[in-house]
């Protein structure tokens, strides 16, 4: 049984490394590689959130030392962020953290000023779809879609 107990207190330290690190950097790796932007949004969160931990850790190291199950409430939460069937970290910016952060200063300055405005008032989806619209059709046809919203919406009032 001091076999069993003395892995069951040192859990955190056996699989932490592997949970915290080790699949996020293969993980990480995986989404750079793949076409899609929802594992770059997943662990791009989860390193955010891992590294706010780590200097919540490190600016409080006095009282957490205190706390006998930190180590655990760190290892479930990070399990939580880590694994596919929970994607954790995706769910915290989708539903806390995308709310707050200006997506508009990100637009490209390739496009026309006027375009650019628009693009800056759309979620980033839809600014993606767009983009993709003007390199499909060119800058000159979401012109024309802009203007003919406009007067569709002059119709409205």
């Known amino acids: 049984?001091?076999?069993?107990a003395t892995i069951a207190r040192h859990l955190d330290t056996l699989v932490g490394p592997g949970v915290m690190l080790l699949?996020?950097?293969y993980a990480s790796m995986r989404a750079i590689e793949s076409p899609s932007t929802l594992d770059d949004q997943q662990w791009l969160t989860y390193w955010v959130l891992y590294s706010f931990i780590t200097l919540f850790e490190l600016s409080f190291w006095k009282i957490l030392q205190w706390l006998p199950f930190w180590a655990y409430v760190k290892l479930l939460f990070c399990v939580w962020l880590v694994l596919p069937s929970?994607?954790?970290?995706?769910?915290?910016?989708?539903?806390f953290v995308r709310?707050?952060?200006?997506?508009g200063s990100y637009v490209s300055t390739d496009h026309p000023q006027g375009q650019r405005k628009v693009l800056q008032m759309m979620s980033l989806d839809a600014r993606k779809s767009v983009e993709r619209?003007?390199?499909k059709y060119g800058p000159e046809a979401f012109d024309r879609v802009v203007k003919a919203a406009e007067k569709e919406a002059r119709k409205q009032s």
């Open 133 to 135: 619209y003007i390199e």
């Open 23 to 25: 699949y996020p950097l």
């Open 1 to 4: 049984m001091g076999f069993l």
């Open 99 to 103: 709310k707050y952060v200006k997506i």
């Open 86 to 95: 929970f994607n954790g970290a995706a769910y915290i910016y989708e539903n």
